[in-house]
């Protein structure tokens, strides 16, 4: 009969950052009901939408929601009124927290981009004028950790770090520690997500990368 032992500790982490305090580990929240393995690559809720602000000299009186995509970004993005038309039918420029121009949207159609989703309503009141500007604004916080999703919209789609133990959450969240910084890990022994593609791995490996984690190359 065979037996297939688990990862252990010393089969992911080749090498980590001994610093003070033990640099390349943190203590993390895990979500709720998680299965997390050792050397399994994690997201992190850290990025939400939050409440939405208008320019004082707007002559409309449109409200916006805006739903995050998968590549939303810290900052604030803007819609700016491209058009006087009567109430509903205005357009606006959709701009990300870098200023770059993301396209059109026009008021009670949702526009959708990878980084947000925008939904103008018609005003009550007034049409929207030239200008008009609504400001919607990212920010981050400190979330919790839990498996990577590639289609998550909260953080949770980019790669944090490596699990550095198991851990099994139920109904309320549980403290952990992950290897998050500055480390080499072997990859052929990393967990992914079930169903990942190689190009998804890729991708979270050069996330990993900007994080100081990398694999060793002599691996396959």
Do not use: H
Request: aromatic share 8%; with cysteine.
């Amino acid at each position: 009969m065979s037996i297939t032992e688990s990862n252990r500790f010393s089969d992911i982490f080749k090498w980590e950052s001994e610093g003070s305090n033990r640099y390349s580990r943190q203590a993390v929240s895990v979500a709720t009901t998680q299965s997390l393995s050792v050397g399994e690559v994690i997201g992190r809720n850290d990025r939400y939408a939050d409440t939405v602000t208008y320019a004082a000299g707007n002559t409309g009186d449109n409200a916006a929601a805006f739903p995050l995509g998968t590549g939303a970004k810290i900052g604030t993005y803007q819609a700016v009124c491209a058009t006087n038309k009567t109430a509903g039918s205005e357009t606006w420029n959709v701009y990300d927290p870098n200023g770059a121009w993301l396209g059109t949207a026009t008021t009670g159609v949702t526009f959708t981009n990878t980084a947000v989703q925008v939904v103008i309503s018609t005003g009550t009141t007034t049409a929207a004028t030239t200008n008009d500007t609504i400001y919607m604004p990212v920010s981050r916080t400190e979330g919790s950790v839990g498996e990577l999703s590639f289609s998550a919209t909260d953080g949770k789609q980019y790669a944090y770090g490596v699990m550095a133990e198991t851990k099994t959450t139920g109904k309320t969240s549980l403290t952990s520690v992950a290897v998050v910084r500055d480390a080499t890990v072997s990859r052929t022994n990393l967990v992914w997500p079930s169903g990942a593609t190689d190009a998804q791995k890729l991708k979270a490996l050069e996330e990993l990368r900007e994080r100081g984690i990398v694999y060793d190359r002599v691996q396959v």
